[in-house]
């Protein structure tokens, strides 16, 4: 309770400072709205919809393909872990393509797939994928012998020893990729958003593009805080629970 | 529940074991035509230094490697790979982190088919009980001190009820107060659940405290070099000068064998 008051204490003061920075008039309203123009623009824009439904479409476009990125890069993490040949080959693909900031996809996915959903979807995996991958592949290398060893002694053997000794021994590994690969998507997809009209919907990104188009500096910040307040969700709910996890079992500052 | 406490020890019998490495030096004897005879119920320990083939024993009794000639037979039948009534305690405990206390001790026991939920519980309770961590069964591995998390091993491997156990260096790691309440633990139990166990140590007292017999291993090749049954009464102490004394007489042994393969 002290920590959330000393947190609330933080955020109100930096709206204040906001404000009677605003109020001292050194900045034009167009270019520095206060955080009162900003909530005003946040309420008509929670009455009329536009920007839930607008987060609604960009928090589905991010899980969808997230998800998909996952589902892809644990067992291809996996795999280029325990086979040479695939290390040597997809592995450093995978290393490249991450390095690759995963904005760079879009043309590409322009061009593929024309002005649609499934360009999105394929930033956004891209974004995932390869991060996943990698830290799978970490942590499966990384792992002690000696645990898939004592698994033998104890009469485990095959997808047992996989299911209960080295997925759940590489998680530390895998949480924080999984942690990046969100980041990463995340980025890709805002970028993507802003880049990209889409007609089938518009996401978080095109609100903060009309913002500009329509110079209302109001309206950009507030989707800003959006976006802000979305991250820190996803990180408290997709994430702290598997890290509060490692740190107890590990021991581990997550 | 009875019967699954109280399958017979079994006897063990190496013939002519050898393996060998391939490191970056080049092939290394490991462990030159070993033999080896290993009643039921007896505590065996295998003492050298290090490099001298006793942990590569242990593995190859385990099935964890292969041997290059020779065989090990249990009852009469070939080890071929790793199993369950043989069960390995190693220097590192090798306990899951993710899993809590119970739990390392019930995924072995997972592993035993013939077994309900309930009795694997029951059995997990008994012998946490056994090494004295009946009450931290639901704390992480983390948060326990090396002693106690070797008692978890030890409660992890004796669990499923192997019939021979496999200990390799098991208290290497730790300090010596906590070294000698587990020699007595180990004694304690050992009485309430017979096994056949193969013990590597290179501590020739913790050998003789522990063993029915020491074997002495020399390195460069790894060979079995001389054997000495220890006769002491039970429960030993280790500071017993009997013991010390045994143990004193081994020492000049090892020394012996250890010098003349350096002479070579």
Partial sequence: ???????????????????????????????????????????????DGSLLSASWVTIKRLLAGYLIGCLIGLPLGLMTARSQTLNDTLGVLALGLQTLPSVCWVPLALIWFGQTESAMLFVVIMGTLWSVLISVDNGVRNLPPIYTRAALTMGSSGFHTLRHVILPASMPYVISGMKQGWAFAWRSLMAAEIYVTLLTGYGLGHLLHFGRELNAMDQVAAVMIVIVVIGLLADKVLFSPWERFLHRRWGLNG | MQDELNAPPAKLHIDGVSKSFTSKR??????????????EGEFVCLVGPSGCGKSTLLNLVAGLEAPDTGSVM??????????????????????????????????????????????????????LKLVGLERVMRASIHELSGGMRQRVALARALAPNPRVLLMDEPFAALDAMTREQLYADIQRINE??????????????????????????????????EQFVVDLPRPRDINDPALAGLAGEITRALKGHTRVQSAE
């Fill in chain 2, 74 to 127: 249990m009852d009469g039948k070939r080890v071929t790979g790793p199993g369950s009534e043989r069960m390995v305690m190693f220097q590192e405990h090798a306990l899951f982190p993710w899993l809590d206390v119970l739990g390392n001790v019930m995924f072995g026991l997972k592993l035993k088919p013939g077994l309900n939920d309930k009795e694997r519980a029951e059995v997990a309770h008994y012998y």
């Fill in chain 2, 192 to 225: 309430a659940r017979q096994r056949t166990v193969l013990f590597v140590t290179h501590n020739v007292r913790e050998a003789v405290c522990l063993g029915n017999r020491v074997i002495l291993f020399s390195p460069n090749p790894g060979r079995i070099r």
């Fill in chain 2, 26 to 39: 080049g092939k290394v004897l490991a462990l030159e035509s070993a033999t080896l005879t290993v009643d």
């Fill in chain 1, 1 to 47: 309770m002290k920590r959330f008051f000393i947190a609330l204490t933080f955020f109100a003061s930096l709206i204040l400072i906001w404000h009677l920075l605003v109020k001292t008039g050194i900045w034009s309203p167009v270019l520095l709205p206060g955080p009162g123009a900003v909530g005003e623009y946040m309420g008509v824009a929670l009455q």
